[in-house]
């Protein structure tokens, strides 16, 4: 599963990338340092053997002679695993001289047939030593003089201290490509997070324009990611028109209508009776409603943001005076503990048509009392609690109460639009409207809604 972060997982790629190519680096100087120390060695044995051939000659009778001298000291140290050794080859000549080394003992030799001599008259092969260790062995046979007196040199080294040098080589080796792979992964980390700064600049510009304290992005950024802040600011450019116009369109719709609604409660009055009883309320609620909304568009013109916030503690406390006098009978009770300083993330008449249709709606049924609370939910919501001590009602109830239009109790004054709309202002924030018992005996309205900070 890859990361989420953008940083982790260019951090995790290059890391991957950077530690294969170590790998891959290491396994070639490795392998190319083995190769070399191996024909280092052939070499090495290659030129003692040479020396050795100059440094030995035969007497009168045949018999070996000489005093090598091939310049390492391990040819001197018995049982070094470094030896060499000069034997007759023909019977016309007699003798053996070896290395101090080799200390009188002798190292067998392989059959002819099995490793041939060839056009140089040399032959290799790999013999166990004196110590367990494994011997590389170079021979080669060399006519000493006209009468044809033939000697056997042979030069052998120990491959076990060269695997040993092999081994401690690449120790060394993972240790430094170790430390440079350790250190290229914190250079490309430190280099990945410089370089992405920019990203949190504009995460935070952002954050600036949702909680109103800037209309648009900043610029200045990269190159890369200028075109980002330019298409976003002309994304914010385009919504604030729709909505303007959406604002317009409202406003007009509703002065439109003041005229017609006049008509009707001037011709109310006229008709008289029930009937013009009923005119004439219903004409004095849509005049109401057309009032709020044209308030409405007028206080939305005059902010040229598309991003709001609004201070719930003040906005409550407000909505709960008025409440509390168009209902002197009733305790309406807000506790502002629990609210401190939550600021609501949209617009300050949607918080207030919520919280008023559910005050509204709790002074209609409550016997004799209504409390309201705020509180903080999770990292990016409050919580708005409205709770009276009526009837309440059924689950069934419930779901028709939330229908829009639809009234419970067609005795009580009202339009039914009250938690239709709450849940219709709700949902246009991704909020949630929940209905439940209240522990007053009435119903509990609990409305989640999007908060700042």
Known sequence: MQPRSLTARVILLTSIWAILALFVVGVLISTLYERTARQGFENLLGAQLYNLVNAVSVDDDGRLQGNPDLGDLRYARPLSGW???????????????TSASLVLLTIPQAPVADFPFDQMYRRSYEQAGLNGEMLEVLETEVVLDSENHTARFRVMGSLSS??????????????????VGLGTVLV???VLLVALRPLARVRASLAEVREGRSERLRTGFPAEIEPLAVEMNALIDNNRRIVERSRTQVG???HSLKTPIAILTNEAATIGGEKGRVVDEQAVRMKSQVQHYLD???MAAQTQSVVFRAPVREVLERIVRVVAKLNPDLNVAFDATTTGDLVFAGERQDLEEVVGNLLDNAGKWARSKISLSCRAEGADRLAVIVEDDGPGLSIDEIREALKRGRRLDEATPGSGLGLSIVRDITAEYRGMLELTRSELGGLAAKVVLPRIG
Do not use: K, Q
């Open 296 to 298: 409405r568009a007028r």
């Open 188 to 190: 490309n980390a430190v």
């Open 162 to 179: 060269v695997a040993d040098d092999i081994r401690a080589f690449d120790r060394t080796l993972l240790y430094y490509l170790g430390t």
């Open 252 to 254: 007009n719709l509703a």
């Open 83 to 97: 030896y060499w050794e000069v034997l007759p080859a023909s019977d016309n000549t007699s003798g053996r001289l």
